[in-house]
T-cell receptor
């Protein structure tokens, strides 16, 4: 009964380093998305996917890449980390991409870029 | 574009007090509205939702009514408990501009609620 699993839970990067945040779901959900949470700004959508092989940009996509090769996995890649990317990152999945569908969230990855 | 505005926080209440957290939205289409709750150290989880005007969502004693005329979705609870202490997010889900892109969630800033015994 894992739901949405994110790894790692904590990460410290140096400016310019790259890394991949992992996200996996075991609910056979078609729709997956990545958000960043910053104080006073709520959650902002980075990228999302309506199914394997289909991705699209959200509100704040710059500096991040995604791909969706399987239904289960939706990794988020930071190409060259910057201090402005210090944030808490959440992955979410939904049964469908319809507007009334509940989103299930992972526990988050706290990233610090120094 | 779509946006969600929540009342400024944090909110501190005594146990058994009445809770209201205001939420207003701007959307171009006919969105669904949600309240999500985040307990310390955890991800967000759905508290309640409403998918059309005049719908009332309810769960665990919390209620919110979708008011299209005032573009609002205020969260209420008649008697809060210490266990309700969390961050509450109002959100809307609307269709993305591209037909193949599905829906997108837009969140408010979040309201920190602390309930003291």
């Amino acid at each position: 009964n894992a739901g949405v699993t994110q790894t790692p839970k904590f990460q410290v990067l140096k400016t310019g380093q790259s890394m991949t945040l992992q996200c996996a779901q075991d609910m056979n959900h078609e729709y997956m998305s990545w958000y960043r949470q910053d104080p006073g700004m709520g959650l902002r959508l980075i990228h999302y996917s309506v199914g394997a092989g289909i991705t699209d940009q959200g509100e704040v996509p710059n500096g991040y890449n995604v791909s969706r090769s399987t239904t289960e996995d939706f990794p988020l890649r930071l190409l060259s980390a910057a201090p402005s990317q210090t944030s808490v990152y959440f992955c979410a999945s939904s049964y469908s991409s319809y507007t009334d569908t509940e989103a299930f969230f992972g526990q988050g990855t706290r990233l610090t870029v120094v | 574009g779509d946006s969600v505005t929540q009342m400024e926080g944090p909110v501190t209440l005594s146990e058994e007090a009445f809770l209201t957290i205001n939420c207003t939205y701007t959307a171009t289409g006919y969105p669904s509205l949600f309240w999500y709750v985040q307990y310390p150290g955890e991800g967000l989880q759905l508290l309640l939702k409403a998918t059309k005007a005049d719908d009332k969502g309810s769960n665990k004693g919390f209620e919110a009514t979708y008011r299209k005329e005032t573009t609002s979705f205020h969260l209420e609870k008649g008697s809060v408990q210490v266990s309700d202490s969390a961050v509450y997010f109002c959100a809307l889900s609307d269709w993305a501009p591209k037909e193949t892109s599905g829906s997108r969630l837009t969140f408010g800033e979040g309201t920190q609620l602390t309930v003291n015994p």
